[in-house]
């Protein structure tokens, strides 16, 4: 069975760097676009960035200039730096991929549970 799971999350000041992961565990013939996406009390879950198995990159329009989205394709990884941060980035960031798994003929998106990021002004 395919899991997602993030992780380095935690509490920072603002301006400064938090780095997430995203691992993915079971067996995987082929992933599509990874993301991350992100959740603030009371509002709606947003696209934070997104990248393709090619590498092609997309940002919500708050972010860009100060997140990275990447993925390792031999670790089925995909990781956000996110750097200068501000207390409005304080969110669930949750990680998402559109994948095929072994034995199965379509594709499917996953999400992690997410992981919590505080901003502190």
């Known amino acids: 069975q395919v899991q997602l799971v993030e992780s380095g999350g935690g509490l920072v000041q603002a301006g400064g760097s938090l780095r997430l992961s995203c691992a993915t565990s079971g067996t995987i013939f082929s992933i599509n676009t990874m993301g991350w996406y992100r959740q603030a009390p009371g509002k709606q879950r947003e696209l934070v960035a997104a990248?393709?198995?090619?590498?092609?990159?997309d940002y919500k329009d708050s972010v860009k200039g100060r997140f990275t989205i990447s993925r390792d394709n031999a670790k089925n990884t995909v990781y956000l730096q996110m750097n200068s941060l501000k207390p409005e980035d304080t969110a669930l960031y949750y990680c998402?991929?559109?994948?095929?798994?072994?034995?199965?003929?379509?594709?499917?998106?996953?999400w992690g549970e997410g992981t919590l990021v505080t901003v502190s002004s």
């Open positions: 998402t991929a559109n994948l095929r798994p072994s034995g199965h003929s379509t594709y499917m998106d996953y």
């Open positions: 990248i393709t198995s090619g590498g092609s990159t």
